[in-house]
């Protein structure tokens, strides 16, 4: 009986109609909740990911097959975006561990020194990013430049501090 509510309840998502939402909800959000929670391990993170997993369900809706399983198609949704979030946290941290092993000790002149090491715009993209916490998008609007090469000169940076630091 679940199945047939579930392929109600997208049919009518197909033709604009969203009052069996709350229905729908019920009826999947354990089973999506559980799957992203043991990706993420937070809670929080997890609860974001659902309404958003939610809102592309909605507006994807119309891309569903019927006969396929419901489900599947959108744990398959949230297990994308969890990934992504699990991805872009995991890079955040690997990203500032030069700037953590930094020993307390070592001076402002040290850093400094690291910074100056870089060429302009490599040391402009560390600045931005981890010092003005400036997301990638946001430097390449703010330079006029496009994504890829904001990663590019980015990366590049980040590979010759870890070198320099050891």
Known sequence: MKNKDLERIVKEFKTGNYSSFDEFYNLTAR?????????LKNREKT??????AYMRFIYTADRYQKNTSVI???ITIAR????NVYNKEKKHIN???????????ETKEDLFYLL???TDIEKQMVILHIIN??????IAEFLKMP????????????KHLKKEVG
């Open 31 to 39: 089973q999506v909740y559980i799957f992203v929670f043991d990706i």
């Open 47 to 52: 609860e974001d990911v659902l309404q958003e």
């Open 72 to 74: 599947n198609y959108l």
């Open 80 to 83: 994308n975006i969890a990934i």
């Open 95 to 105: 990203d500032n561990e030069f700037v953590n092993n930094i020993k307390e000790d």
């Open 116 to 118: 100056d090491s870089l």
């Open 133 to 138: 916490k400036m997301k990638f998008r946001e």
């Open 147 to 158: 994504l890829g090469t904001v990663l590019w000169h980015y990366n590049k940076a980040i």
